[in-house]
């Protein structure tokens, strides 16, 4: 193999796990050690520059960066990452004076944005900041978009999510359009904007058109988000007492514990798929399992059963899955009777669709065999290179996360068109290196290993928070228990950095590293390399860090898997050759050079 | 500064014959300064007795008084183990052997705690051809008492202060040879590929197994005009004969061609292949080895490797015919066989 080059700052961004996972990079391990040390608001403000908006995100994300994170490999559970973001926003002093401004001057750029979503939120907030004057337009009569209408407060409290809206609303800059439905985009392109952003979400649940009943009972059953909105908005304030909901994803999650808190006593979740195949996060599973909702696999719809005009349950039939050569699935009757069961109503979460009715072929604007609009990948320009789409109107339903990142990048190619400039020609990542080294055998971060198991959220009583919506099921960790929580981190981003030239091939390191990461070994082909080292490294997904060639004639190779970043190597390193240095990655943002 | 090891291991190490990972025969996190050879040593030690598939609790350990004889804290820690008297080690070796012959006994000692003040101990342990693997982790100076120039350092290595060591250095492989013990073999610390399989054959031998490692004082001894440094080591090394150990259970599968390759059998069935140098001689025989050693040494060399071994060797018990049984398993029914064994045997006397 070749040398590993440590000066591309792709190499060690990798090696953070999480930061690499999250969709907006955000510093992971900077913000979790700030928390550490009990200054919440710069931890704060490290997540809110990078996500937006720190106390929504330590709620509801869908956190990628958890699955990512090393501690799962080297033990079970990840870093309670998400719930640590909470933490700093629990914890934070007032922020108003360190948050961004939008300039008095104006730079004389107007941008539209449709929506007002996470996605256009971003780009709001990137571009204000630079001076750009930005009209916002939604059809509801407050922001938020998806976050507000499809997440119940009781996992996020509308204070909170007012909160952080408003930081971006009363920046200065943004001219707010609510209760302002664009019904044909050429009106907005009709008025001059230097650019447009699209950020309408994927609007439309998907219904059961086709399915025996669903006319007949088309009073008791509802497609789910729509319902959401509907509880949010108190049109709906009550549902029955037996309450189906079709679907395996988060939203299923939201509308079957929404319903445990309008009346619905017997509510049931029911999936085609198998259970393990279900899209629902983990741990919103786990949350609805613990109120007493139960879920059943392998049921696909066969018919709503209405008598007398009402409807009176649904009936299923029992499936079992298959798999072919190629790992495909299919759903397979298992040969049993239907299954019926009793209902008063039917919530529908089984997908979304995106939907542009306000945007027709005329407008010039082209979509691929989706329906989604053709974009770049990299500026998401659509066809019209001053019109945006980002979140998930660009690509389909995702997260708000993603929505996020695509605010950032969106903010970034808009930046770029208006001055002018090449829109692929985009600002690098901040990177910074900080050497650790405190002492002789000290370092500035804390490098200890703690085997603490991820601590529990607490949670409020049960029974208090069925009776009312309204009530935040989740506590936050309090501030000791975050603590400890904080201290399970990593610090993947101290990197081991090693220096061939000062190396006496002593092998201290080897002998002390505790996950036996680290090689001196003959060179050879990646493939072949993997499988010569002290524990084979087959997690083809993390690289090997491969030194230039030693006074033996042997490599160092380091194996990034498990590397538990406690520093062991360089402590016991006599001449240096091994140090710990943090390494500092920013993913840029508008205006960045 | 750490003060433990992380405790987790990587999640895919592998296990042993027992079913233990490397981790059931590691010990505390090393005090020594970082950098040390002993630590390199103490690795090759634990990896020996993880792959040998050695249970820990059939292990002693001891030692004496030096860096080397702190290393016994940092290995199989759940062995049993005893820092005896600075040179004193041989003694409580021999001891503790001749009460249970059952363990392994693995004698940690360094080139002061041996040449110096433990020369007279180690004499005699060794023409007892004790059963034991006798460590001297040999730096050529004493590194405790801050670097002064030990009785193994060759006349002429400067260490970091400069000053040349004017008298003879002791070459304790060509003692122990000269002493008869059967087992003599030099390693170094930086050269854990022929270390281990050094380790694992003296383990597996029967009666004294001596082995000299040389490593590196990186504090006081590791200047590059030192014949103790890494720099020196490495670039003046020279092997007897490259060799592989093959454990009794292990198929021999490699073909070796029967001009180049000696195999050398132990007395447990595990078997030592040699492959010769073509202008070597075999080591099994005494001169041989002796003469090996000088010519390497005019030429300014340092001879590693097995240097001597006699598989088929009487060690102490069997010279002093004692039982079988291990001393702290005999009950008094057997120590005291009563008056008519006692009668015959003095019938036999007169």
Request: aromatic share 8%.
């Amino acid at each position: 193999m070749k040398p590993t080059d440590i000066t591309n700052p792709e190499y060690f961004h990798k090696v953070v796990d999480c930061q690499y996972a999250c969709p907006a990079h955000t510093n992971v391990p900077e913000y979790i050690r700030l928390i550490l040390h009990e200054n919440y608001t710069q931890a704060y403000m490290i997540n809110w520059v990078s996500n937006v908006f720190p106390g929504i995100l330590g709620r509801v994300c869908d956190r990628p960066c958890e699955p990512a994170c090393r501690r799962v490999r080297v033990e079970n559970e990840p870093v309670a990452i998400c719930r640590l973001k909470r933490v700093a926003s629990d914890n934070r002093d007032e922020v108003q004076p360190l948050l961004f401004r939008a300039p008095k001057k104006k730079n004389g750029k107007r941008v539209a944005l449709i929506g007002a979503g996470p996605a256009s939120l971003t780009v709001a907030r990137d571009l204000a900041a630079l001076g750009y004057e930005l009209d916002l337009f939604d059809d509801q009569p407050v922001a938020g978009g998806f976050i507000r209408s499809q997440i119940p407060s009781f996992r996020l409290p509308e204070e909170v999510l007012n909160t952080e809206l408003n930081y971006i609303l009363d920046m200065g800059g943004i001219t707010t359009h609510f209760n302002t439905y664009v019904s044909d985009i050429r009106d907005i392109m009709d008025k001059g904007y230097d650019a447009i952003f699209v950020g309408t979400g994927a609007p439309r649940g998907r219904d059961l058109p086709g399915l025996p009943g669903r006319k007949e009972g088309d009073k008791k059953i509802h497609v789910g988000i729509e319902w959401l909105a509907a509880v949010v908005f108190q049109h709906v304030e009550k549902v029955g007492k037996r309450v189906l909901v079709l679907g395996g994803g988060n939203t299923a999650m939201d509308c079957c514990r929404t319903a445990r808190r309008l009346g619905g006593e017997d509510v049931k979740v029911i999936v085609r798929s198998p259970m393990a195949e279900m899209k629902a996060s983990e741990w919103e599973i786990e949350d609805a399992v613990k109120e007493d909702i139960p879920i059943i696999d392998n049921h696909v719809p066969l018919e709503f059963v209405v008598e007398n005009g009402t409807l009176i349950g649904m009936r299923f039939q029992k499936v079992k899955p298959e798999y072919d050569q190629s790992g495909k699935r299919s759903l397979v009757p298992t040969g049993e009777d239907p299954v019926m069961l009793e209902c008063d109503e039917v919530l529908l979460a089984i997908g979304q669709q995106n939907a542009f009715p306000f945007i027709d072929e005329s407008s010039g604007i082209e979509f691929n065999d989706w329906g989604l609009p053709v974009l770049d990948p990299v500026t998401l320009q659509s066809s019209i290179p001053n019109i945006f789409f980002g979140g998930d109107s660009a690509f389909g339903p995702g997260n708000i996360i993603i929505a996020v990142a695509h605010g950032h990048n969106a903010a970034i190619s808009i930046d770029l068109l208006c001055q002018s400039k090449d829109t692929h020609d985009r600002p690098e990542p901040k990177v910074t290196l900080a050497g650790q080294k405190l002492g002789f055998h000290d370092w500035i971060y804390d490098s200890q290993i703690t085997e603490d198991e991820r601590q529990i959220v607490p949670t409020v009583e049960k029974a208090k928070t069925l009776r009312d919506r309204l009530v935040e099921v989740e506590l936050g960790f309090p501030v000791y228990t975050g603590k400890t929580e904080a201290k399970r981190c990593l610090n993947c981003d101290v990197q081991t950095v090693f220096d061939y030239g000062l190396c006496i091939e002593c092998d201290a390191c080897v002998d002390v590293c505790p996950t036996s990461c680290i090689n001196f070994i003959e060179n050879d082909e990646e493939e072949a390399l993997r499988e010569k080292l002290i524990v084979p490294a087959r997690n083809l997904d993390e690289d090997l860090y491969v030194s230039e060639i030693l006074p033996t004639g042997r490599v160092m190779v380091k194996d990034e898997n498990v590397c538990l970043h406690c520093g062991m190597c360089a402590e016991r390193c006599p001449t240096a050759a091994w140090d710990m240095i943090k390494y500092s990655y920013k993913s840029p943002i508008a205006g960045d050079s | 500064m750490s003060y433990e090891r992380p405790k987790f291991r990587h999640p895919e190490a592998q296990k042993n014959k027992l079913g233990y990972t490397r981790k059931a025969y590691e010990g505390a996190i090393s005090t020594l300064c970082a950098g040390c050879g002993h630590d390199s040593i103490v690795s090759s030690i634990i990896t020996a007795f993880f792959e040998m598939s050695i249970e820990p609790h059939k292990v002693a350990k001891l030692s004496g008084i030096g860096c080397s004889s702190k290393t016994p804290a940092y290995f199989l820690g759940r062995s049993h183990g005893f820092n005896s008297v600075h040179g004193r080690m041989p003694s409580v070796a021999t001891g503790a052997n001749m009460a249970n012959k059952d363990l392994i006994y693995l004698g940690v000692s360094g080139d002061g705690d041996t040449a110096s003040i433990g020369m007279g101990q180690f004499a005699h342990v060794v023409r007892r051809n004790l059963n034991m693997i006798y460590i001297v982790m040999n730096n050529g100076c004493y590194g405790l008492t801050k670097g002064q120039d030990s009785a193994t350092a060759d006349k002429g290595s400067k260490s970091r202060k400069g000053a040349p060591v004017s008298f003879e250095s002791i070459d304790l492989c060509e003692l122990a040879i000269l002493l008869g013990a059967d087992f003599v073999a030099r390693g170094f610390s930086g050269d854990k590929k022929q270390l281990l399989p050094m380790l694992k054959a003296a383990i597996s031998h029967k009666g004294m197994a001596f082995v000299d490692v040389i490593s590196p004082c990186v504090t006081f001894n590791n200047a590059p005009t030192s014949t103790k440094s890494y720099s020196w080591v490495r670039d003046h090394m020279e092997a007897t004969a490259t060799f592989d150990f093959i454990p009794l259970q292990q198929e021999i599968l490699t073909e070796y061609d029967h001009g180049s390759t000696i195999p050398v059998s132990l007395h447990d069935g595990s078997v030592i292949t040699l492959h010769k140098r073509e202008d070597k001689e075999i080591i099994t025989n005494k001169k041989d080895a002796i003469n090996s050693l000088e010519e390497a040494k005019a030429r300014d060399q340092i001879l590693t490797g097995i240097l001597y071994l006699k598989p088929d060797s009487e060690d102490f018990h069997d010279i002093n015919q004692t039982t079988d049984t291990p001393l702290n398993q005999l009950t008094e029914k057997e120590l005291c066989p009563g008056d008519e064994v006692l009668q015959a045997f003095n019938d036999s006397m007169r």
